[in-house]
């Protein structure tokens, strides 16, 4: 363009000299007229020039360079476009002078390195997007630099502020996205229509327990189960094709531990889709205990009572008659609860339905139905085919441990023949027969039972059973000198020998205790005389001997336990085994305190006799029992 300029202006100054020598009118005006024409060509280009540098979205700037100073003083503004500067800064006369003084605040000496550059190599150079910043300007510009033949230097520039500004936006929200991506608590992967990972979060790398690089590297297939390997890959057709599915997958976690996770995916791209992955594990392990244990018995693990309730339903069908309903009920559970406490209570259970579910199929129906009873479901199954059943049962239960009482379960059972009877008749049917039967064997069992209490007392505390002995000895002697009737002697005697067959729940460290009993220690020794009325209680033909086991603790005066009752209202045979038990005490020698003579403990009941004691029956054990006791 400059080239241009000066040819055309060449010309101008021959047609002007050629005008101005030559006489020629002719030529002197087609001279002037070519002057003319070329004069007005010349500024019609400038003007459209001009017009155009104006108006172009650049910024163009041409500096005047003198010698290239190094401070920048020989870069003065030679020309410059419309946009380059702004209306207030084109106030302050801007031809001429230099940049930093039109902008002062602005990092000069970079731009004059920058200039410089340019000048000394003659090569254009591109300055990528700078911000400058002061009080005015909050703007980025990109910059070309170049150098002019004539040797100035033109500076062409766009102000991308705008795109910056969207840029940065951009980077933000990837940031955020970034953020949100990583932290998220569900797993996030972005995988090809091959199954590639493609991108992972961390919470992926947990969860499947590789690195983020090994995923990377790796095919989503390659962890699901084999057996599951079709599923996922149906699931993974379907969001290439429709754009979204969900569902449940188990895979190996790296360690070969199994996981189940919750995939939902969404197709990105007609080459991408996203999964979100959730480890639903342990929410699986939860549901599975919820539902097993809303159909199941939690200490015998067999089915429950509502689980059976559905199960009658279902079974109450054609082909399944003859179907037989099989009833058990442990005998003597109350007792074994009374005497040995709840635990071994459970172990009798537990033991009973191990027994029960050993000898009936894998397709009959065994549940608890609560407490010590338990009901099966037999289909296809016949009233004399179940009564084996019963027997083979019964000959396992005798062969089993007698240790802490004697198992025993009673059965009844009936059958359903055919769609016309009711099933919930049949299940009254067997429970009645199961009743029946349960008559006969505890009334047996309770005495078996009640010896193997006695036992185990005794094998606990030897020192009991020559207590209990010695107190046998004593209340019976007195009974006879107080004139009781046979059989009245004969009841205490029995139950003088068993008044504290509750001790059983004691525990060892209390019964065998050294030295005095702490308060706590001492509530729980003052329980015996009530589980002991218990205990004997549950056997019908040792429930005459309750009364006097109850109060063998009450005090004459009523400050005793367990009812505090005072004076005749105790049981005779409770105020008798009271002496007899007393004296046996004080005269038996222990560990943390000094045993009585015999006049010792006759001074103590006298001194007492009246307040602990029946003044009555003191009286007579002093002179007719102890006087003849050496």
């Known amino acids: 363009m400059i080239k241009e300029y000066v040819f055309s202006i060449l010309i101008l100054l021959i047609l002007i000299l050629v005008e101005a020598v030559t006489t020629n009118l002719i030529i002197k005006g087609l001279a002037f007229i070519?002057?003319?024409?070329?004069?007005?060509?010349?500024?019609?280009?400038?003007?459209?020039?001009?017009?155009?540098?104006?108006?172009?979205?650049?910024?163009?700037?041409?500096?005047d360079v003198k010698n290239n100073g190094e401070k920048g003083e020989d870069y003065k503004i030679k020309y410059y476009n419309k946009v380059a500067f702004s209306e207030d800064e084109k106030t302050q006369g801007i031809l001429g002078k230099k940049l930093i003084d039109i902008r002062p605040n602005i990092d000069g000496s970079q731009i004059i390195k920058g200039f410089k550059k340019v000048w000394d190599s003659g090569e254009t150079l591109f300055v990528e997007a700078t911000k400058y910043e002061d009080e005015k300007y909050d703007n980025w510009y990109e910059n070309y630099v170049a150098k002019l033949d004539n040797g100035d230097?033109?500076?062409?520039?766009?102000?991308?502020?705008?795109?910056?500004?969207?840029?940065?936006?951009?980077?933000?929200?990837?940031?955020?996205?970034?953020?949100?991506?990583?932290?998220?608590?569900?797993?996030?992967?972005?995988a090809d229509n091959n199954g590639m990972f493609v991108?992972?979060?961390?919470?992926?790398?947990?969860?499947?327990?590789y690195s983020k690089d090994e995923l990377l590297k790796m095919n989503l297939f390659n962890l699901i189960l084999d057996e599951e390997q079709q599923k996922s890959k149906n699931l993974y057709s379907n969001v290439v094709k429709s754009g979204r599915g969900e569902g449940i997958i188990s895979f190996i976690k790296k360690g070969k531990e199994k996981r189940i996770c919750y995939i939902k995916s969404i197709k990105l791209s007609k080459y991408e889709m996203v999964g979100i992955v959730e480890d639903i594990t342990e929410k699986e392990i939860n549901k599975k205990k919820i539902e097993y244990l809303s159909f199941h018995d939690t200490l015998t693990g067999l089915y429950n009572r509502r689980f059976f309730q559905e199960e009658m339903n279902r079974l109450d069908i054609n082909k399944n008659y003859p179907l037989t309903i099989v009833m058990a009920d442990l005998n003597g559970l109350k007792l074994i609860n009374d005497a040995f406490g709840h635990l071994t209570g459970d172990q009798f259970i537990i033991k009973a339905a191990d027994i029960i579910k050993k000898y009936f199929r894998q397709e009959d129906i065994v549940c608890r139905w609560g407490g010590d009873e338990f009901v099966i479901i037999l289909p296809n199954t016949k009233e004399e085919e179940a009564e084996k059943i019963v027997d083979r049962i019964n000959c396992e239960i005798l062969k089993q441990d007698k240790l802490n009482g004697v198992l025993?379960?009673?059965?009844?059972?009936?059958?359903?023949?055919?769609?016309?009877?009711?099933?919930?008749?049949?299940?009254?049917?067997?429970?009645?027969?199961?009743?029946?039967?349960?008559?006969?064997?505890?009334?047996?069992?309770?005495?078996?039972?009640?010896?193997?209490?006695?036992?185990?007392?005794y094998e606990k505390s030897p020192r009991e059973k020559e207590h209990s002995e010695r107190v046998r000895d004593l209340a019976t002697k007195l009974a006879i000198k107080f004139n009781m009737s046979k059989s009245e002697i004969e009841s205490i005697s029995a139950m003088s020998l068993l008044h504290d067959i509750g001790k059983i729940i004691i525990p060892?460290?209390?019964?065998?205790?050294?030295?005095?009993?702490?308060?706590?220690?001492?509530?729980?020794?003052?329980?015996?005389?009530?589980?002991?009325?218990?205990?004997?209680?549950?056997?019908?033909?040792?429930?005459?001997?309750?009364?006097?086991?109850?109060?063998?603790?009450?005090?004459?005066?009523?400050?005793?336990?367990?009812?505090g009752i005072k004076g005749n209202e105790i049981p005779i045979e409770s105020r008798i085994i009271s002496l007899a038990d007393c004296y046996d005490a004080m005269t038996e020698e222990r560990p943390y305190k000094k045993s009585l003579t015999k006049v010792q403990a006759i001074k103590e009941i006298e001194v007492n006799a009246g307040k602990q004691f029946d003044p009555v029956l003191a009286k007579v054990f002093i002179e007719k029992v102890l006087g003849t006791v050496q």
């Open 199 to 209: 991108e992972v979060n961390n919470k992926t790398s947990e969860i499947t327990g």
């Open 408 to 457: 025993s379960i009673s059965f009844g059972w009936a059958e359903k023949e055919n769609k016309d009877q009711k099933l919930e008749k049949i299940f009254i049917m067997a429970e009645e027969y199961m009743y029946k039967k349960k008559m006969n064997d505890s009334n047996s069992l309770r005495g078996e039972n009640i010896k193997t209490i006695i036992s185990t007392l």
């Open 508 to 563: 060892h460290s209390i019964l065998e205790k050294p030295g005095k009993l702490t308060d706590d220690e001492w509530t729980e020794m003052k329980k015996h005389p009530e589980i002991g009325y218990r205990i004997i209680g549950s056997s019908h033909e040792m429930g005459k001997l309750t009364k006097g086991i109850l109060h063998h603790h009450e005090r004459y005066d009523g400050k005793g336990y367990p009812d």
């Open 34 to 63: 070519l002057v003319v024409f070329f004069l007005y060509k010349i500024n019609i280009k400038i003007k459209k020039n001009k017009d155009i540098l104006d108006n172009l979205p650049s910024g163009i700037v041409a500096y």
């Open 153 to 190: 230097i033109i500076s062409i520039f766009n102000d991308v502020t705008k795109y910056k500004k969207i840029e940065s936006k951009i980077k933000e929200s990837e940031l955020k996205f970034r953020h949100y991506f990583e932290e998220v608590p569900n797993g996030i992967f972005i």
